[in-house]
């Protein structure tokens, strides 16, 4: 059974870059049935998909967000990222990487780490 | 990318049915079988309830189906029960993209 595992820096300062990390066990990164995906959400609000990614390098975003993400991937730690730039407060929020299963809308998520955007 | 339309609250009485609904467009919920529906507890990660429109993971209970028509999917928890008090999202994919409902709050009365 696969295991995710979030892990960020808890508190960014506005205008800066957000950074959190995905760690994968119980299943493999390159694993080609598998897209890996990033999805977040407000105190008290909904959920908000941020993007997804695919070993071979196919990458997919929310295009309101395009503009300031990136994903990433370290093969060989089993770990995918999430690069959000020029945050603001409205950034703040719980952060969940997910795997999603190609051809299918089924998901497994992780526990999310909560960012919050403050000087 | 506006989100899916769904009840704000909806309640029922154990043992009561209850539907949430997730209204979208035809160029996501319309347009394929990829819809899901995720259930969270308070400070907990979602829950996949159900996923490909009316698919149910194993470990879930029987009493909870999807369904569509159209623009609209659609979530019953037949024989409601207490631990069935959450909030429940819906899920499609759109245009190479995934979005989400606004959420209902289920409330066991």
């Known amino acids: 059974q696969v295991q995710l595992q979030e892990s960020g820096p808890g508190l960014v300062k506005p205008s800066e870059t957000l950074s959190v990390t995905c760690t994968v066990s119980?299943?493999?990164?390159?694993?080609?049935?598998?897209?890996w995906a990033w999805i977040r959400q407000p105190p008290e609000k909904g959920l908000e998909w941020i993007g997804s990614?695919?070993?071979?390098?196919?990458?997919f975003y929310k295009p309101s967000l395009k503009s300031r993400v990136t994903l990433s991937a370290d093969m060989s730690k089993n770990q995918f990222s999430l690069k959000l730039m020029s945050v603001t407060a409205a950034d703040t929020a719980v952060y969940y990487c997910?795997?999603?299963?190609?051809?299918?809308?089924?998901?497994?998520w992780g526990q999310g780490t909560l960012v919050v955007v403050s000087s | 990318q506006s989100a899916l339309t769904q009840p704000r609250s909806v309640s029922g009485s154990p043992g009561q049915s209850v539907t949430i609904s997730c209204t979208g467009t035809?160029?996501?919920?319309?347009?394929?079988?990829?819809v899901s529906w995720y259930q969270q507890h308070p400070g907990k990660a979602p829950q996949l309830m159900i996923y490909?429109?009316?698919e149910r993971p194993s470990g879930v209970p029987d009493r909870f189906s999807g369904s569509k028509s159209g623009n609209t999917a659609s979530l019953t928890i037949s024989g409601l029960q207490a631990e069935d008090e959450a909030d429940y999202y819906c899920?499609?994919?759109?245009?190479?993209?995934?979005?989400f409902g606004s959420g209902t709050k289920v409330t066991v009365l």
């Open positions: 119980g299943d493999s990164f390159s694993d080609s049935n598998y897209y």
């Open positions: 035809s160029s996501d919920v319309g347009r394929h079988k990829y």
């Open positions: 990614l695919h070993h071979r390098g196919d990458t």
């Open positions: 997910s795997r999603e299963l190609g051809g299918s809308s089924r998901r497994d």
């Open positions: 899920c499609s994919l759109g245009d190479m993209f995934y979005v």
């Open positions: 490909d429109v009316t």
